[in-house]
């Protein structure tokens, strides 16, 4: 007898087949209408339409093709952002909020909201990480990632200079509560396979209490959201970094882009290394009038709680990439975020217990 839960097992993948092949045929429309709008534009930006690669795509819905313009000395960037789950107007406002301040964001060629289409200016294939990644031994790594990461931090200063209010959304209390409960369901839930009694949900409260009043107890400023080594494109001279995926923009902690690019779920560094690139920022922030505490000591504090509700988000996001959206790839990401996430957890007293709730977890 065929058994029940073989048979759950048999429907869900059958809906998974037919949600692929919904997924396929979707993205097959999508591409006959995107080459169809670059047709329309072929002969005044000297574009091939025929020559379209997939450039990359991200943990959204959104997909990046390079088309080749005719005179094969240059290319464009074209995203393809479906309405129906994505919205292109943010990333093209901010895109100019933030170059207006100073940040080299990818000029906009040509803009469809309503079909999700936008034409970029390319800034080509060397991400920082990539970059950093071909650089052996350590001591050149961490040399050459000091003198990139001291450019991408002078745009943030200037991004962070030019604040005014009402110009993107607020980081506010419930949004950072919200992205931090990723983390209960989908990583320790879900992915660890643990179910919460009262008491451990309790524990989890009273910290997310005091995570959130740290973060909004910073001065606020423009804040990208994931300023790291994959979003950093190298460019040469004075517009380096070229800054991609900023389409998330909001006004929140000042120290969150700091904790993006040091404390990256990508490529890791030794605490010492950290130090010594936070410390040259925040120097250079102070000289430029940003709103940093006095001592470095306090800034680094603020630092650390910041990276811990960015942290303990990720945890969670990277477990429903898995589970949910079928990219298993961010799994073997998870080690680098707890290398973080657990010595924060253990460095400040407010929270002793929920370090040894997730001590306990890890062990089991």
């Not at 073989?6 to 998974?16: E, P």
């Not at 992915?191 to 910290?207: E, F, P, V």
């Not at 079928?326 to 400040?348: C, F, H, I, Q, W």
Request: aromatic share 10%; hydrophobic share 45%; charged share 25%.
């Amino acid at each position: 007898m065929i058994s029940l839960a073989f048979t759950s097992l048999m429907s869900r993948y059958r809906h998974r087949i037919r949600d692929q092949q919904a997924q396929t045929v979707s993205m097959d429309i999508r591409q006959q209408q995107l080459k169809a709008w670059l047709l329309k534009l072929a002969a005044k930006h000297s574009l091939d339409p025929e020559q379209l690669e997939i450039a990359s795509a991200d943990a959204s819905f959104r997909r990046y093709f390079r088309v080749v313009c005719q005179d094969q000395r240059k290319s464009l960037i074209v995203m393809d952002a479906p309405p129906a789950h994505e919205d292109v107007r943010p990333f093209v406002a901010v895109a100019r909020l933030f170059a207006d301040a100073g940040m080299t964001t990818p000029a906009i060629v040509e803009e469809a909201p309503e079909l999700g289409f936008l034409l970029l200016e390319d800034f080509g294939d060397h991400t920082y990480l990539q970059v950093l990644d071909q650089h052996r031994p350590e001591s050149e790594r961490v040399a050459l990632a000091s003198a990139l990461y001291r450019e991408a931090g002078s745009a943030l200063c200037s991004i962070q200079l030019a604040t005014r209010a009402n110009q993107l959304p607020l980081f506010d209390a419930s949004r950072l509560r919200d992205e931090m409960e990723l983390w209960p369901r989908w990583y320790i839930e879900r992915h660890k396979g643990k179910t919460l009694s009262q008491a451990q949900r309790l524990i989890i409260d009273q910290a997310f209490d005091c995570i959130v009043a740290r973060c909004l107890a910073q001065a606020q400023v423009y804040v990208h959201r994931d300023f790291h080594s994959r979003n950093l494109m190298l460019l040469a001279g004075a517009r380096n970094p070229g800054v991609l995926d900023f389409q998330d923009a909001v006004i929140g902690p000042i120290t969150y882009d700091l904790v993006s690019l040091w404390r990256d779920a990508y490529i890791a560094w030794d605490e010492e290394v950290q130090l010594d690139g936070l410390i040259r920022w925040w120097d250079q922030a102070r000289k430029r009038g940003l709103p940093v505490d006095d001592a470095f000591s306090d800034f680094w504090t603020a630092f650390e709680w910041v990276g811990l509700q960015r942290h303990l988000k990720i945890l969670g996001i990277f477990a429903r990439l898995h589970y949910r959206d079928g990219k298993e790839r961010y799994l073997a990401d998870l080690p680098v975020v707890l290398s973080y996430t657990l010595p924060v957890l253990m460095r400040y007293q407010e929270l002793a217990a929920l370090a040894d709730l997730v001590i306990e977890w890890l062990e089991s």
